[in-house]
T-cell receptor
Framework: GAVVSQHPSRVICKSGTSVKIECRSL??????MFWYRQFPKQSLMLMAT?????????EQGVEKDKFLINHASLTLSTLTVTSAHPEDSSFYIC????????????FGPGTRLTVL | LAKTTQPISMDSYEGQEVNITCSHN???????ITWYQQFPSQGPRFIIQ???TKVTNEVASLFIPADRKSSTLSLPRVSLSDTAVYYC???????????FGAGTILRVKS
């Protein structure tokens, strides 16, 4: 149980294009999902907290117009990197909490974004 | 959010027990302690979570002293496949927000 998936697992795009990453909770409903970014040999950095049916809460220094987050249902949250640039190349990871339990965060497998 | 401090790296050999200690002096009353394992290019994997005393599951044990200012993750009889980064996180269950520290790089050698 508590499986989180991400799609795509890796994406390569040209500079200036937008990329959408999906995060799904497969066997549970997730009221809250989180988006992280991880650069090589560094720890995970929280980007934003996504709550179903409401606007995402972004961490300081994260541009909300650059990283669009939509949490339209209890099992799906999407992160869109708009007008991507090479410096946006990173490993993006989502997590979801199991509502009603201990609210442990379960993480997706991650999405490797490379912007050329 | 309580800050955590862990050793940067640890080395061990196959079959040994590994104990990784995490300091969290500013832990709050509502905070739980959670440990994750991460392999390169993968998302973190939940290992164990606790509030106080001792918690054990099929992969690890978590020891938390009475003052809760530290915790120790114990991995019994490690194998080469346990080589990974281990993160200790402290957070309010109700708030859910977690902040990752640098983690501990565990290297298991044969």
């Amino acid at each position: 149980g508590a499986v989180v998936s991400q799609h795509p697992s890796r994406v390569i795009c040209k500079s200036g294009t937008s990329v959408k990453i999906e995060c799904r909770s497969l066997d549970f409903q997730a009221t809250t999902m989180f988006w992280y970014r991880q650069f090589p040999k560094q720890s995970l950095m929280l980007m934003a907290t996504s709550n179903e049916g409401s606007k995402a809460t972004y961490e300081q220094g994260v541009e909300k117009d650059k990283f669009l987050i939509n949490h339209a249902s209890l099992t799906l949250s999407t992160l869109t990197v708009t007008s991507a640039h090479p410096e946006d190349s990173s490993f993006y990871i989502c997590s979801a909490t199991v509502s009603g339990g201990t609210d442990t965060q379960y993480f997706g497998p991650g999405t490797r974004l490379t912007v050329l | 959010l309580a800050k955590t401090t862990q050793p940067i790296s640890m080395d061990s050999y196959e079959g040994q027990e590994v104990n990784i200690t995490c300091s969290h002096n500013n832990i709050a009353t509502n905070d739980y302690i959670t440990w994750y394992q991460q392999f390169p290019s993968q998302g973190p994997r939940f290992i164990i979570q606790g509030y106080k005393t001792k918690v054990t599951n099929e992969v690890a044990s978590l020891f938390i002293p009475a003052d809760r200012k530290s915790s120790t993750l114990s991995l019994p009889r490690v194998s080469l496949s346990d080589t990974a980064v281990y993160y200790c996180l402290v957070g309010d269950i109700r708030g859910n927000k977690l902040v990752f520290g640098a983690g501990t790089i565990l290297r298991v050698k044969s």
